[in-house]
Nanobody, 123 residues
Framework: VQLQASGGGLVQAGGSLRLSCVAS????????MGWFCQAPGKERVFVAA????????SYTDSVKGRFTISRDNAKNTVYLQMNTLKPEDTAVYYC?????????????????WGQGTQVTVSS
């Protein structure tokens, strides 16, 4: 599976961005997808995940109510809608794919990673 993430940018606090990640190389509905982020000098951490058929989602507490993960299996694409952005959301955001339908919060359980897209939120 090859993953291509896009949609990052510079936005003011309170603004919104939508990240996209297009996958190729495998039946998309057979892979769960996740978004992770990594701020400078920090470890990569879980943000959100969605099961292969899209019936199950999970979020880290700090983004609940602000971010929404979704997928369009016909377009082989997963999205992360980011609303009410805060300066602490600033990071490189990575999409990841995991073989099988079950989503996961654990980075080590993901098999494929995209190249990352920078999100910068100014105060």
């Amino acid at each position: 599976v090859q993953l291509q993430a896009s949609g990052g940018g510079l936005v003011q606090a309170g603004g919104s961005l939508r990240l996209s990640c297009v996958a190729s190389g495998r039946t998309f509905s057979n892979v769960a997808m996740g978004w992770f982020c990594q701020a400078p000098g920090k470890e990569r951490v879980f943000v959100a995940a969605i099961s292969g058929v899209g019936r199950s989602t999970s979020y880290t507490d700090s983004v609940k109510g602000r971010f929404t993960i979704s997928r369009d299996n016909a377009k082989n694409t997963v999205y992360l809608q980011m609303n009410t952005l805060k300066p602490e959301d600033t990071a490189v955001y990575y999409c990841a794919a995991r073989r099988g339908n079950r989503d996961s919060r654990e980075a080590r359980e993901y098999d494929y990673w995209g190249q990352g897209t920078q999100v910068t939120v100014s105060s």
